[in-house]
């Protein structure tokens, strides 16, 4: 079974650092792109950023470009949203989701990704 699930999500102070999982089982995080969403209540679903399957290699939003690292650790097959710098408007539901095949790195759009995790939430108080 094919499953990707989040975790790290909390309660935090603006300016405070928290570190996100996305955990795959049934499915290796380095055979795809693997990218980061968020949507916060009202609003679509955002693109965050996405790392490539081989090198390494993220892409960001401008939103959150400068504050927010992805990288992986393919022997735990799972992928990290490291999130700097927090601020108020960073308060949503994060989502992990691996892309189609053949879908490259920097994808912005969720119907290029086939599995999603179940999401986990960031508040950010002010």
């Known amino acids: 079974q094919v499953q990707l699930v989040e975790s790290g999500g909390g309660l935090v102070q603006a300016g405070d650092p928290l570190r996100l999982s996305c955990t795959a089982s049934?499915?290796?995080?380095?055979?795809?792109?693997v990218g980061w969403f968020r949507q916060a209540p009202g609003k679509e679903r955002e693109f965050v950023g996405s790392?490539?399957?081989?090198?390494?290699?993220?892409v960001y939003s401008d939103s959150v470009k400068g504050r927010f690292t992805i990288s992986r650790d393919n022997a735990k097959n799972t992928v990290y949203l490291q999130m700097n710098s927090l601020k108020p408007e960073d308060t949503a539901v994060y989502y992990c989701?691996?892309?189609?095949w053949g879908v490259g790195i920097g994808t912005p759009s969720p119907d290029e990704y086939d599995y999603w995790g179940q999401g986990t939430q960031v508040t950010v108080s002010s």
């Open positions: 049934g499915l290796a995080v380095s055979s795809r792109a």
């Open positions: 989701a691996r892309t189609r």
């Open positions: 790392i490539s399957r081989s090198v390494g290699n993220a």
